[in-house]
Nanobody, 120 residues
Framework: QVQLVESGGGSVQAGGSLRLSCAAS?????MAWFRQAPGKEREGVAY???????RYSDSVKGRFFISKDNAGNTLYLQMNSLKPEDSAMYYC?????????????????WGQGTQVTVSS
């Protein structure tokens, strides 16, 4: 497992932008962002592999962008054109296996989360 620490959350008005960061204690093959709003199920937002392959949920495609630094130890999520429905706790997750997915069940390492609140 790897230790993950998220930062960068906050409050923003609709249409604004935020960039989330996730500091990892090591490089993992698959790193991802998930989110969970009160009363809703956890949702996979985006993932990226060591080789740069990425995938996004339909709800954020074209607005959010996932990336990693060259060392592979920091994961980012650039969130643009934010909407009130993007409000949630955002979690960083990582796993070393080959089955990279937006399914949270395949991830073994999770951060504590960072809150994002978008007001209308």
């Amino acid at each position: 497992q790897v230790q993950l620490v998220e930062s960068g959350g906050g409050s923003v008005q609709a249409g604004g932008s935020l960039r989330l960061s996730c500091a990892a204690s090591g490089d993992m093959y698959c790193m991802a962002w998930f989110r969970q709003a009160p009363g809703k199920e956890r949702e996979g937002v985006a993932y990226i592999t060591t080789y740069g392959t990425s995938r996004y949920s339909d709800s954020v495609k074209g607005r959010f962008f996932i990336s990693k630094d060259n060392a592979g130890n920091t994961l980012y999520l650039q969130m643009n054109s934010l909407k009130p429905e993007d409000s949630a706790m955002y979690y960083c997750a990582a796993q070393s296996g080959s089955a990279c997915s937006l399914n949270g069940a395949v991830f073994v390492s999770w951060g504590q989360g960072t809150q994002v609140t978008v007001s209308s």
